[in-house]
């Protein structure tokens, strides 16, 4: 009989689907793993655009002078109470020697052919904290001209302030304390100051990035994720090898590799999942195409084969069978030829491999896949098979495109639903297991498919030529 798993079953063993929880620094490091080319690329990038920018950039020079601010001791007032008049006085000194009065008498004075406005970007001021001492900059492009710039504001400086404070009763001159000195070296661009913003902002990007592809990334990629979305326990991880492409059944016999060893431990899984309610009708399927379903599901029935079980692998997708092609079986006749009354089980199955195992392959296809399969017929196929096998491995078309691997599942005491890591996302593990739910099938478990592997195993694990595993059936 086939155990129904209830909704009240699933919310009593934990199983259920919760939200998904916020990103930690655990995810946010997986993100960093995950797309650490990403962020060295992007970082590259940050550097050469700094390079790009500090070639492009012209050099600055910049010609430097320091002007001493004294105010005169007369009668009217003390020299504390002068200098307290040229510190207050100082910082307005800043506003002339960037003003446009001055600029116009250095351009009046040099003849240089520069506009009032060039003049002024090329000068700033500051004053030194607690102190009357005013230091002036003048940056150019030309060395030459910064330092004829410099000389002109040192020698008319004085005299433009002078006509500004006429009138008042503290005389104030500006005596040159310093300068003008030209500095031979360019202050601008800062080539390692640039580089080292570059990386650090381009290391910044990639980083965000990162993180904000991890956030947006609805696929699976881990256990725990696939267990929260499907609501039933991850019975296995297979990674992928790059033989698979080409060869994705393992060959009996010869299966030491470390994706042997995951079927193997995916059957043992399914063994224990349910002690108490043995499966012997299994379902493999998936939410969408490419996920590895019929691979997987004749990888499975071999390893349930090799450990002595009498299994059956039904290929029961009726409309782009792949069991055939990946185990170089015979498809005139097979699982159609059965439901429609044309031949009888054992007439049609094919035995594959040293371990016994008994392939059916889906036959000619028909036009009514899901009415086959959900018809009296099968049921009465499936009857007759739980009778003449241990195990009978059902692989079905995925869920989400049609209703052909829900209908087959009502049939079968368990569901494994495969999830491929990378590709399939939450939203579409959510539609399988609902559509699995809504005709009460059993959903046993999940398994992610075409995980990453950490290295591969350097024995060879596939095989290329499987027609020596084949044995005649009794219609040949």
Known sequence: MKAVASQDDSRATGLERAPRPP???RAHLAALRRFWKSIAAITVVGALVAILASVLTPPTYETRMTFFVATAVNGTNTPLQADEFA?????????VVESEQLARVVVSKTGLPLQTADVMDMISASVQPETVLLNVRITDVSPDRSLIVARSVAANLDRVIGGLDAGTRNAVSLRVLSGPTLNPHAVAPRKTLNLALGLLIGFGLGVAQAILRQQLDRSIRDREKLVEAAGVPALGVLHLEPAAKSSPVLVPRMGQSTRAEEFRQLRTNLRFVDAASPVEVLVVTSSVEGE????????LAQSFAESGRRVLLVDADLRKPK?????DLEGSAGLTSVLIGEAELREVTQEWGPDGLHVLASGPLPPNPSELLGSPAMEKFVRQARNEYDLVVIDTPPLLPVTD???????????????RYGRTRVEQVHQAVEALESVDARVLGSVLTMAVAGRTNPRP???TDRSRFRKASPSD
């Open 405 to 419: 691997g829900a209908v087959t599942s009502v049939l079968a005491d368990g569901v494994l639903l495969l999830v």
């Open 323 to 327: 069991l055939q092609q990946y185990l």
């Open 23 to 25: 990103l930690d620094l």
């Open 87 to 95: 510190q207050r006085r100082v910082n307005s000194y800043v506003g």
């Open 461 to 463: 694990s596939y095989g």
């Open 292 to 299: 590895g379903k019929s691979s997987t599901a004749a990888n």
